[in-house]
């Protein structure tokens, strides 16, 4: 392969505008390479609103180097760049799909930098986005060299170069996740919860070699697979280019479409001053578009729930896996399921194939001893989970949380749901409570359905954790985070000031036309939903 165009996102004062105005620099010239570039900076937040070609125009308009912002409106895809190189921990911050896909709207073809956030560089693989951290190859490529694509995908990641062969994750799945069957994996060890669960849906896929252990890469079959309206347009404009019309969706009936994010849009001071109501009508028009051509959305528009919350009252049962399109989507993991999210062409993917990437985790026990005081709610004792020093030193991070204990065992299902659905916050993969007769009670007095955990439904003595935490409850008080992170718990009682209530803000209504409806309509039920 050879690339033409190569920017390097140098610190040296004028770096940036002088290879903008065509001029080659080498490494030494463009001075220290700008480090921690998040995907906040590549993509701010107003341009999630874009889901297609569009979002070329944004690529990099909040990246800051020296203090300014070099990349204004279509600059880079005016750049005709191929490649980039920066510093360490590239894309950092949130897991947004939109920034590789903005550069790589742009032209870019290859992202060289010292290191990559994990999340960043997973969905470059989906997309067919390269990445390496050989920063030797800059020079290599400045001096016109080819560069192959066994270098590129050359590393300890089996899946990920294959992926990358084929041009990304559609292409994959289309070409071995179709026929994909049961691994039938050994059972014949001690195990968590979270590990039978996915040995129980584990994927045998052709050249892959996955027995699902913990680090390990592979494909699990999905029982239900939901997403809401920041990812239904793009995911519906990438299957359309790929597949045509209609699409032929693996088992259509475990697909469910909410929309929740957007739905109050109208009232929020950022939307409505900055002007970005229009956009919002753009992106919640595909996702109704998609859902009324393949049958999703019944009525006229709205949001019947918040996702995640629905998904875990009204359509999951134990022993089960799901994924959706939102961090919070371990809050599944309340009632016995296996939950987690994924990014858009994840999902994209499952869609057609059924099949869904995971990076199997080790796995956290989690064990609340004691007795819970008066008026301490399972959000207090998240917090102050959150302010161990094992979890602020990260130890919570990719991790399957698995929470137990006598106070799990008198918690409710919704207080078990708050466990759960932190493990976002927590930095895990995902967070589950074994079933139980409050499991059962739950599922029989919210949705009419009887049904008993079966014997598996357990984590094994002897099954191996990466690591135990044990909290005593009855030493926790009620509790609040500072602002600007849920890690920053601190004991009520220890407050050294008063804390004020917010003040409300008055938002001007916008324009009949630029809101979003906000009346219920019924999504298809699950298989296992009873009516």
Known sequence: MKFEGMLMLGTAPGAIARQLSGEALSLDEAGPLRSDISTDEITPIPTLLNFDATLARY?????????????GEDVLARAGVSVLVAGRRYGKGSSREHSPLAEKSVGIRLVIAESF????????????????????LADRI????EVT??????????????????????????????????????????MTLAQKIVTRQALAVEGLDWAAEPGTRGFVRADFRFIHEYDTG??????????????????????????????????????????????????????????????????????????????AENYTLPGRIVVGTDSHTPRSGAVGYFAYGVGTTDMANAFMTGAIRLTMAEGLLVRLEGAKRPGVTAKDIVLALLATEAIRQGAGVGKSFEFAGPVVDAMSIDERATLTNMV?????????????????RFLRERRDIEIEPEPWMVSDPGAAYAEVITLDCAEIGPMLARPGDSGNGVAIKDLDEVVHP??????????????ISTTTSKLPAGPWTAD
Do not use: W
Not at 142 to 145: D, L, R, S, V, W
Not at 424 to 440: H, K
């Open 502 to 515: 917010g003040i409300a803000m008055a938002v001007p209504a916008p324009p009949e036309s630029a809101r």
């Open 424 to 440: 976002a916050e927590l930095g895990g993969l995902t967070g589950i409570c074994a079933p139980d007769a409050e499991t059962v």
């Open 234 to 311: 793009m995911a519906a404009l990438m299957l359309h280019e790929r597949f045509g019309r209609p699409l032929a969706r693996c088992d259509p009936q475990s697909i469910i479409l909410f929309e929740d994010h957007n739905s109050y849009a109208h009232r929020s001071p950022t939307h409505v001053n900055q002007g970005l109501l229009p956009q919002v009508r753009t992106l919640s028009q595909a996702h109704r578009d998609f859902g009324r051509e393949y049958g999703y959305l019944i009525g006229e528009e709205g949001s019947e729930g918040i996702s995640h919350a629905m998904m």
């Open 142 to 145: 400045a001096a016109g060299e």
């Open 59 to 71: 690529a990099h308009t909040g990246t800051v180097i020296n203090g300014e912002r070099p990349f």
């Open 149 to 190: 694509v066994d270098e590129l995908v050359a590393g300890p990641e089996p899946l990920a170069g294959a992926i990358l062969r084929e041009g990304g994750l559609l292409a994959y799945g289309q070409k071995y996740l179709t026929a994909a069957s049961p691994a039938l994996l050994p059972q014949d060890r001690p």
């Open 117 to 136: 956030e994990r999340i960043y560089r997973q969905n470059c693989d989906n997309l067919g986005l390269f990445t390496s951290t050989d920063m030797g």
